[in-house]
Nanobody, 115 residues
Framework: QVKLVESGGGLVPSGGTLRLSCVAS????????MAWFRRSPGKEDELIAT???????YLKDSMRGRFHMTVNQELTTVYLQMDALKPEDSGRYYC?????????WGPGTEVTVSA
């Protein structure tokens, strides 16, 4: 069973930077198109970015130029580099497969951007 563990969130001021990490328990990063999602209270889950092992495939329009999804050389960890953060970027971020069926969801990591 695939386990995903996200980390790297925190409280930052507007304009700040965070790098989220997602460690997978198996080699899914090597074989699966992975994605970052965001859950915010009262809103539907949002797809933020997707990436295959080779390249970034999709990035939500409002994040273009500020966020980048990368993977490590060993293909065990996916990252979400978040620059120039805005309060509207706040939420709980999760990684998972970009396509259903999804793996078991990890705990996510909370991002809070203060105005």
């Amino acid at each position: 069973q695939v386990k995903l563990v996200e980390s790297g969130g925190g409280l930052v001021p507007s304009g700040g930077t965070l790098r989220l990490s997602c460690v997978a328990s198996t080699d899914v990063v090597r074989t699966t198109m992975m994605a970052w999602f965001r859950r915010s209270p009262g809103k539907e889950d949002e797809l933020i970015a997707t990436r295959s092992a080779g390249s970034e495939m999709y990035l939500k329009d409002s994040m273009r130029g500020r966020f980048h999804m990368t993977v490590n050389q060993e293909l065990t960890t996916v990252y979400l580099q978040m620059d120039a953060l805005k309060p509207e970027d706040s939420g709980r971020y999760y990684c998972n497969s970009a396509l259903e069926p999804y793996f078991q969801w990890g705990p996510g990591t909370e991002v809070t951007v203060s105005a």
